[in-house]
């Protein structure tokens, strides 16, 4: 197990194929995925695993397993990805959350550990979160976590055209 942070209450390490239950348990719950059009297949769960797992190889992240210190029970994700706003690529603070744990500030709690990681590991100038316009929960974990509302895009996804809000935190803001 590879841990890659450490927050008051938190750890974030790589997953590996052993996550799958406590992975699909978030993916496939559809009141969870209501902001990506519904619950994933198994498939789509497998397809989202490996595509992290390929990331922690090519570029040294990718959205981890977070997971309670306490227990070491899995809640969630959250990391680092490269995304596409237009023709621009950019790094994006990503988390998801099990349900069960929702509202008590643990996805903050993670995506500043993940911002402040890109900023002093990656020497990355500014940090963006792409969120669907209904998702009110995770606009309010990026703007908890500094970002500022910068522009709105509609994203094609799984068939469903979502306009998005994209906020985003520079680093010389951050006075790192």
């Known amino acids: 197990m590879k841990i890659i942070l450490e927050t008051e209450r938190l750890l974030l390490r790589e997953m590996t194929q052993q996550d799958y239950p406590m992975l699909s348990a978030i993916l496939q719950d559809a009141q969870t995925m209501y902001a990506y059009e519904g619950p994933f297949s198994d498939e789509e769960t497998q397809a989202w695993l490996e595509r992290n797992l390929k990331r922690y190889k090519e570029d040294g992240f990718g959205l981890w397993a977070v997971a309670l210190k306490e227990t070491g029970i899995m809640i969630g ?78 994203k094609h996804y799984r068939g469903a055209d979502m306009p998005h809000l994209v906020f985003s935190a520079k680093r010389d803001d951050m006075h790192i």
């Open 77 to 154: 994700q959250a990391g680092l990805t490269w995304q596409t706003i237009g023709d621009a690529k950019v790094l994006e603070v990503g988390y998801l959350f099990n349900r069960a744990y929702w509202g008590k500030g643990y996805a903050t709690e993670a995506a500043l550990a993940c911002k402040k990681y890109a900023f002093s590991q990656l020497h990355a100038k500014e940090v963006y979160s792409i969120i669907r316009d209904t998702n009110i929960a995770s606009m309010n974990v990026a703007i908890r976590g500094g970002m500022l509302a910068r522009i709105r895009f509609v």
